[in-house]
């Protein structure tokens, strides 16, 4: 194993606002020799997600900060190809947090073997993965969602929100609302099975949302992807005793003046809501419930999932910045031939 060579991609430098692709570096290194308990892992796909945007701050998080002239890293499903493992054989199909990279050597227990006759591989980075996990544990335990309910899910196009509303409906949500940025996006989510979908682009976001609401007198669930006025919007129209399950702030990761909104924050007093901020790693024990009801609308075909397909480990860090600009519909993955 010696010879081999695997590209990865480092971050070259830290973004101030926006990332660009001078920030990122392809490199080549050899791969280390197998220890024993080490697997070496082909990666197939490898996710970017918007919560890496955090990560290239030197700043303290829930998560480290990605190490200067260091590789990336996050979600990937390979193939194992070599193994020092007794729990891991050649031709394993795993999940695992050593991407940007053609190849990984990690520790055996550090993979999660998966089923791929269930779906292709870039399935277990999203609606079989953390992604579909984020959107039910989220939508299911954090909001407290019940049948009946209102539910609005901001970046609903994006790999968690399209979820979100899909599960929201199968669980018997009365009314499901989401936002994207363009006309082709809201079209999608209508497709997909939400009651309405709006443009934010379109005007005031409490405006636009209130008119989604249609007869409904307000909404009961709020999914936050976005943060920033749509967040602001939602707790304008939120009933009393609403939920709001925070799950990101994509509005504002790439700001570099701290934001103005939501500014009625005084309202979830009198409303007696609550606003809860979640990270998936602290809902694992959800994640056979998940797959199992995951798995039965996959093969009923009652719930649907996109993917926006990027080829090449060099195009990476070009995926990411389309992400971050909101080009993708559901879940972005790039794949390594």
């Not at 791929?116 to 969602?145: E, K």
């Not at 919007?233 to 925070?246: D, K, L, Y």
């Amino acid at each position: 194993m010696s010879a081999l060579t695997s590209r990865e991609i480092q971050l070259a430098s830290r973004p101030h606002g926006w990332p660009v692709p001078a920030n990122f570096r392809l490199v080549e290194r050899p791969v280390p020799e197998l220890a024993e308990g080490q697997v070496l892992v082909r990666n197939l796909a490898m996710s970017v997600d918007p919560y890496m945007r955090g990560r290239m701050n030197d700043a303290k998080s829930y998560s480290a900060p990605f190490a200067l002239d260091g590789a990336l890293d996050g979600g990937a499903v390979g193939e194992v190809v070599a193994s020092r493992s007794a729990g891991r054989k050649e031709g394993d199909v795993v999940v695992h947090g050593l991407g940007w990279r053609d190849y990984a050597v990690l520790p055996a227990e550090a993979t999660k073997k998966v089923n791929p006759s269930l779906a292709g591989p870039t399935a277990f980075l999203g609606a079989l993965g953390m992604t579909g996990l984020t959107a039910y544990a989220g939508l299911t335990r954090v909001a407290d969602f019940k049948p009946g309910d209102t539910v609005f899910v901001s970046g609903a196009a994006g790999a968690v929100g399209s979820l979100v509303g899909q599960i929201a409906k199968q669980l018997g949500a009365a009314r499901v609302i989401g936002s994207a940025g363009s006309p082709e996006k809201v079209a999608h989510l209508l497709d997909l099975g939400f009651d309405a979908a709006f443009n934010y682009h379109d005007g005031p976001a409490r405006d636009l949302l209130r008119e989604a609401l249609g007869d409904r007198a307000g909404i009961d669930v709020y999914f936050d992807n976005v943060g920033g006025e749509q967040l602001e919007a939602a707790i304008a129209v939120m009933n009393p005793f609403g939920r709001i399950a925070m799950c990101g702030a994509i509005s504002v990761y790439n700001s570099t003046e701290p934001p103005a909104a939501p500014r009625n924050l005084a309202t979830a007093i009198g409303k007696q809501l609550t606003l809860r901020g979640f990270l998936v790693g602290s809902h694992q024990d959800l994640a056979g419930e998940f797959a199992a009801k995951m798995a039965g609308w996959l093969a009923a075909g009652t719930v649907r999932f996109d993917e926006t397909v990027v080829a090449g480990l060099e195009n990476a860090p070009q995926a990411f910045i389309d992400l971050m600009r909101g080009a993708n519909t559901g879940k972005m993955v790039v794949t390594l031939p």
